[in-house]
Each structure stands twice: as structure tokens, then as C-alpha cells.
């Protein structure tokens, strides 16, 4: 996409997730917390292909582990076929005026480990990321080079007695300076990226078919340690 389009298309997405923001009205419970240890991503499955893929490692800056939890009543349907239908709309899960995916595989196939597709964003970068594992009711992505960050992130669902639980977590750095500026010392990227999250789970609570129970519960855990 040409430089003056994809500015364009920035600023717009810019302003429309901040207006949006703005008039959010679901419960947010939020803590932030600083570690010195204990934000690192579970590793890599060895059968996934370690081409291009941008992991903790290769980022900058510290490490944030994030988690974005609702708990679901009244719903529908159980954790596994929750799961089964975010997987099969994913992009329709997410701010569709803010972010589109492109696409998984042309067979129209459900995902597989080692699958790549890429999460478009309104911004200089797009979100290149690999499927390194996937089951009834976890899928795990882990971002490729020219993603805005390094590491990985986590979608899963748990039935927990008569409630249904639905969760994303994530363990990354900024991919470079420029995004720890955006996201660490400015937050503007941290909280577009709370925005989607967020609106990622009230999408999850009205496929469940039932009703949020008391908001989303965001946890930030910021590790400091190798600077």
C-alpha cells in the first residue's frame, strides 16, 4: 500500500478506535503490576517452522504479559464449540473497521499448526503471525517478522461449572524503538491493543449466545529484567 494511503488509512483508524474508546461502556478491571521474572511465552512446539517467526527474544524493551478474561452466563454453548466458531471468524471476532486478516489458506480448510496469515492494522505495520498450536479450545499465534511486536499470543475458552470462561493472553515486546516509544512510554499502541482485546471478548460473549458477568478483567504484567 502506498505511504500517503496507508497514513491515511492511519490517522482514520486512529481516530475511530479512540472515539470508540472513548464511549466505552463495559466494566473494565484493570491491574498493572512490575516483575522482575515470569512473563515469558511457554515455548515454541520443535514442529513449527522457526522461519522468519519474531519471538520475545528478538524484541526490545521489556516484557509485557497481558490477559483480557470474561466470564460468560446463560450461555449457549460449551468452551470447545465457543472455540470452534472464533476459529472459524476470527477477523469477524475483531473491529472490522479497524483491523482485517488475510488470509489463512486458500482451501478454506480450518487452520493448522504452521499455518501463516497476516492481521492487517491501521498503521506503518501489519501483523504477520504463525499458528503454533491449535486444539479444541486453545489457538496460540506466534508473530512473524514486521509485526509491531515479538512473542505470542493466546485465545482459549474453559467451562468452569455453570460459567463459561473466554481469555486471551499474550507474552511480548516492542518489535523495535519505535513501537516501545509508541507502546511503553506514549501507551498509545498499549491501549488501541486494549481496545480490540476487549472488544475481541464482548464479540466471544455474544457468540457464546449468553451474557458478560461482571466486565473485562485486563491483567498487565510488565517485566523489567535484561532491559
Known amino acids: 500500500m502506498p505511504w500517503p494511503a496507508l497514513a491515511s488509512r492511519w490517522a482514520y483508524g486512529m481516530a475511530l478506535i479512540s472515539w470508540r474508546y472513548l464511549w466505552q461502556t463495559t466494566p473494565l478491571y484493570r491491574t498493572d503490576s512490575t516483575v522482575g521474572s515470569g512473563c515469558q511465552p511457554p515455548p515454541v512446539p ?3 517452522s522457526s522461519a522468519d517467526l519474531q519471538l520475545v527474544d528478538d524484541g526490545v524493551g521489556e516484557t509485557f504479559h497481558r490477559r483480557f478474561m470474561v466470564r460468560i452466563v446463560d450461555a ?9 466458531r472464533v476459529l472459524g471468524d476470527l477477523g469477524g ?3 472490522r473497521e479497524v483491523v482485517r486478516i488475510s488470509h489463512r489458506n486458500e482451501s478454506g480448510r480450518p487452520l493448522q499448526r504452521n499455518d501463516d496469515f497476516v492481521v492487517d492494522m491501521p498503521g506503518p505495520w501489519n501483523g504477520p503471525v ?6 479444541d479450545t486453545r489457538l496460540r499465534l506466534a508473530t512473524r517478522q514486521g509485526h509491531l511486536e515479538a512473542g505470542q499470543i493466546e485465545f482459549h475458552s474453559a467451562d ?3 460459567q463459561l470462561v473466554f481469555e486471551i493472553e499474550a507474552w511480548a515486546r516492542p518489535s523495535n524503538r519505535v513501537v516501545r516509544l509508541l507502546y511503553s512510554r506514549m501507551r498509545l499502541a498499549k491501549e488501541i491493543q486494549l481496545n480490540m482485546w476487549v472488544r475481541f471478548c464482548k464479540a466471544a460473549v455474544a457468540t457464546a449466545g449468553g451474557r458478560m458477568l461482571d466486565g473485562v478483567h485486563i491483567e498487565t504484567r510488565r517485566e523489567v529484567a535484561g532491559g
Do not use: C, S
Open 46 to 48: 520443535p514442529e513449527v
Open 76 to 84: 449457549q454453548m460449551g468452551a470447545r464449540e465457543l472455540m470452534h
Open 93 to 95: 471476532h475483531m473491529p
Open 130 to 135: 504463525r499458528v503454533v498450536l491449535i486444539d
Open 160 to 162: 468452569e461449572g455453570d
